[in-house]
């Protein structure tokens, strides 16, 4: 069983950048891929970004590429989620999840889920 907080969440002006967290409970942290996924008013659940267990390979969704960041340390139990350039497409409730398979898009292969942060992106 693992536990996840996300927090950093908040209101920025397009353009803007935020930093979300996402702290696991537990001591088997570094065995699971974890990826942020992220879901607006009306809309399904969809992938963002993606881990691999040491950090060292990531994923991106193409609406993301090159603006947000994904990185964990595993000596923290956190993943990270850097997010620059903000547009207010990127409004959504952010979801970390830990997962079984690495770099996975899928909402259906990851067992575990934070609460999720909101964040909100005005024009």
């Known amino acids: 069983q693992v536990r996840l907080i996300e927090s950093g969440g908040g209101v920025m002006q397009a353009g803007g950048s935020l930093r979300l967290s996402c702290v696991a409970s537990?001591?088997?942290?570094?065995?699971?891929?974890m990826g942020w996924f992220r879901q607006a008013p009306g809309k399904e659940r969809e992938f963002v970004a993606a881990?691999?267990?040491?950090?060292?390979?990531?994923y991106y969704a193409d609406s993301v590429k090159g603006r947000f960041t994904i990185s964990r340390d595993n000596a923290q139990n956190t993943v990270y989620l850097q997010m620059n350039s903000l547009k207010p497409e990127d409004t959504a409730v952010y979801y970390c999840?830990?997962?079984?398979?690495?770099?996975?898009?899928?909402?259906?292969?990851?067992?575990?889920w934070g609460q999720g942060t909101q964040v909100t992106v005005s024009s």
């Open positions: 881990i691999n267990r040491s950090g060292g390979s990531t």
């Open positions: 999840g830990a997962g079984r398979v690495v770099g996975s898009r899928s909402v259906d292969n990851y067992d575990f």
């Open positions: 537990g001591r088997t942290f570094s065995s699971y891929p």
